[in-house]
């Protein structure tokens, strides 16, 4: 039998073959135009962006700082030689008549920040645990002072120079204790024209303080040794002295006649640890 042939593959028609090159080459261009596009775009986004953060950055460079003024109150001393007064006075929810006396603190407000500031206000209040007189109470705050024994009213507002020191000296009227009172009163007639020093020494010798505690006196060798009670037993006043300046500085110091820069014989140099509520005090025992 005669072998059959095999049909001949059809031919593409040569102009189709053509045009598809040419749809796919475009393709290919249209997608890298695209991506180019996308690309351009994209850099200059994040170019934009770049300068508006540069930009910001100056403006930020160029922006003042905000002030902070740096308070705080260096040293506190009493002042027991200064000339004092003692008047009578019946606090509420106490039995019968007692007396305050003036005393004299010598306080150094240091500006430990880079600026000038203005002290515009002070305030205090007595913050001991059981206070015969309350939190606040007429007498306890008898103004500033001059530190210079002339007893010149300090006037508010004044200024503190940056890296510098003013003293002022707060008067304040401290809550006695009736039976320290009536002693006291009873031997100085015209408490004005006395130093509290006086006062104290005289409170001494009758073995007892403006609060009452009770002091044990041995003599030896024409010298007398005063035994004070234990700290945790020691009565007295805690006081919150608050300074404030224009620019919202403010300083938080606690005072008191032992504890807190208070009467030299104890010779205590730990200060006091003020709770950041303000609202209770935790007194070192050595």
């Given at each position: 039998?005669?072998?059959?042939?095999?049909?001949?593959?059809p031919?593409?028609?040569?102009?189709?073959?053509k045009?598809?090159?040419?749809?796919s080459?475009e393709?290919?261009?249209d997608?890298?135009?695209?991506?180019?596009?996308?690309?351009?775009?994209?850099?200059?986004i994040f170019?934009?962006?770049?300068?508006?953060?540069?930009?910001y950055?100056?403006?930020?460079?160029?922006?003042?700082?905000?002030?902070?003024d740096?308070?705080?109150?260096?040293?506190?001393?009493?002042?027991r030689?200064?000339?004092?007064?003692?008047r009578?006075?019946?606090p509420?929810?106490?039995?019968?008549?007692?007396?305050?006396?003036?005393v004299y603190?010598?306080?150094?407000?240091?500006?430990?920040?880079?600026?000038?500031?203005?002290?515009?206000?002070?305030?205090?209040?007595?913050?001991?645990?059981?206070s015969?007189?309350?939190?606040?109470?007429?007498?306890?705050d008898?103004?500033l002072?001059?530190?210079?024994g002339?007893?010149?009213?300090?006037?508010?507002p004044?200024?503190?120079?940056?890296?510098?020191?003013?003293?002022v000296?707060?008067?304040?009227?401290?809550v006695?204790?009736?039976?320290?009172?009536?002693?006291?009163s009873?031997n100085?007639?015209?408490?004005t024209?006395?130093?509290?020093?006086?006062?104290?020494?005289?409170?001494r010798?009758?073995e007892?303080?403006?609060?009452?505690?009770?002091?044990?006196?041995?003599?030896?060798?024409?010298?007398?040794?005063y035994?004070?009670?234990?700290?945790?037993?020691?009565?007295?006043?805690?006081?919150?002295?608050?300074?404030?300046?224009?620019?919202?500085?403010?300083?938080?110091?606690i005072?008191?006649y032992?504890l807190?820069n208070?009467?030299?014989?104890?010779?205590?140099?730990?200060?006091?640890?003020?709770?950041?509520?303000?609202?209770?005090?935790?007194?070192?025992?050595?």
């Open positions: 039998m005669p072998r059959k042939k095999n049909s001949p593959k031919q593409k028609d040569p102009q189709i073959v045009n598809a090159e040419l749809i080459v393709k290919s261009k997608a890298r135009e695209k991506s180019n596009l996308i690309a351009a775009w994209v850099v200059a170019t934009v962006l770049s300068v508006v953060f540069a930009v950055q100056i403006y930020l460079g160029f922006q003042p700082k905000p002030i902070v740096e308070i705080t109150v260096s040293k506190v001393d009493l002042m030689n200064y000339t004092t007064s003692i009578s006075f019946s509420p929810f106490f039995d019968g008549t007692t007396g305050i006396i003036s603190w010598r306080i150094v407000i240091s500006n430990i920040g880079e600026k000038d500031f203005s002290v515009t206000k002070y305030d205090m209040a007595d913050k001991s645990d059981n015969p007189s309350g939190t606040y109470y007429t007498g306890i008898q103004g002072f001059s530190c210079d002339k007893y010149t009213y300090y006037a508010l004044f200024t503190v120079s940056n890296g510098g020191t003013t003293v000296c707060l008067k304040m009227g401290l006695m204790n009736k039976e320290s009172f009536n002693l006291a009873s100085f007639k015209d408490s024209t006395v130093s509290f020093n006086e006062i104290e020494t005289f409170l010798s009758r007892t303080d403006i609060y009452g505690n009770k002091i044990q006196i041995i003599s030896a060798d024409s010298k007398n040794t035994i004070y009670p234990a700290l945790k037993d020691i009565r007295e006043q805690l006081f919150v002295v608050n300074f404030y300046t224009s620019r919202g500085g403010v300083v938080h110091r005072i008191g032992y807190c208070g009467a030299s014989e104890l010779q205590l140099s730990t200060p006091c640890i003020l709770s950041d509520d303000l609202q209770s005090f935790k007194t070192p025992v050595p």
